[in-house]
């Protein structure tokens, strides 16, 4: 079956950097246009950027622009996302998801087939 697995979320300070990871199994990985979105306490789970399948093209949330970086490695079935420049705002569950919608890159969630468990993120300030 198909298992998305998020790893590298912690607990950090504001202003460090970390890289989250997601490992896919289970599915042609590079038909997938792939995403990150997180959800704080309290709030609706949100998008953060994705990648299309061949990796060509990305899409961010404005808040995440110029700070976080998506990238994916198809040939290890995972897609990355590089956070610098954390701030206590970016507290959040992140979560990866794969999406076959015909729609490139879409943004919301109901578009997207696969999730994984998600992964914390905490930013102290």
């Known amino acids: 079956q198909v298992q998305l697995v998020e790893s590298g979320g912690g607990l950090v300070q504001a202003g460090d950097s970390l890289r989250l990871s997601c490992a896919a199994s289970?599915?042609?990985?590079?038909?997938?246009?792939m995403a990150w979105f997180r959800q704080a306490p309290g709030k609706e789970r949100e998008f953060v950027a994705a990648?299309?399948?061949?990796?060509?093209?990305?899409s961010y949330a404005d808040s995440v622009k110029g700070r976080f970086t998506i990238s994916r490695d198809n040939a290890k079935n995972t897609v990355y996302l590089q956070m610098n420049s954390l701030k206590p705002e970016d507290t959040a569950e992140y979560y990866c998801?794969?999406?076959?919608?015909?729609?490139?890159?879409?943004?919301?969630?109901?578009?997207?087939?696969?999730w994984g468990q998600g992964t914390q993120v905490t930013v102290s300030s």
């Open positions: 998801a794969a999406s076959s919608s015909p729609y490139s890159m879409p943004r919301g969630e109901f578009l997207y087939d696969y």
């Open positions: 289970g599915l042609a990985f590079s038909v997938y246009d």
């Open positions: 990648i299309t399948g061949s990796g060509y093209a990305t």
